[in-house]
C-alpha cells in the first residue's frame, strides 16, 4: 500500500512547476526535522526512564484554557493602591 502511494506522488512530481517543488520540499524538510525531535525525545525519555532517574513520563495536558472572570472592584483602582502602598 505504501509502495503503491510513493509510486504515485514520485510520478505525480514531473507534472510539478519550480515553485511547487520548493513549497513540497520545505514541508518534508520540515515534517523530518519534527519526526526527528520526536525520535531524539523519545530517546531521551527513555534514557531517563532506563536510568532510575525517573519512573514514569507524564505527558503534557492541551486541555483548553478555561475563561477568566472579571471582578468589579469598587473603590479607586488596585493600581493606584499598590503605588500607594509601596511609597
Do not use: W
Not at 502511494?5 to 512547476?17: D, G, V
Not at 520540515?30 to 514514569?56: I, N, P, W
Not at 503534557?60 to 502602598?85: A, F, H, M, N
Amino acid at each position: 500500500m505504501a509502495q503503491a502511494t510513493l509510486n504515485e506522488i514520485l510520478s505525480q512530481l514531473e507534472t510539478l512547476e519550480i515553485e511547487e517543488l520548493n513549497q513540497l520540499n520545505q514541508t518534508i524538510q520540515k515534517r523530518l526535522a519534527d519526526k526527528e525531535k520526536s525520535r531524539a525525545r523519545a530517546a531521551f525519555h527513555q534514557a531517563l526512564l532506563d536510568s532510575g532517574l525517573v519512573k514514569q513520563i507524564k505527558r503534557p495536558c492541551y486541555d483548553p484554557i478555561s475563561e477568566r472572570r472579571l471582578y468589579k472592584v469598587e473603590g479607586k483602582p488596585v493600581s493606584e493602591t499598590i503605588i500607594e502602598e509601596r511609597r
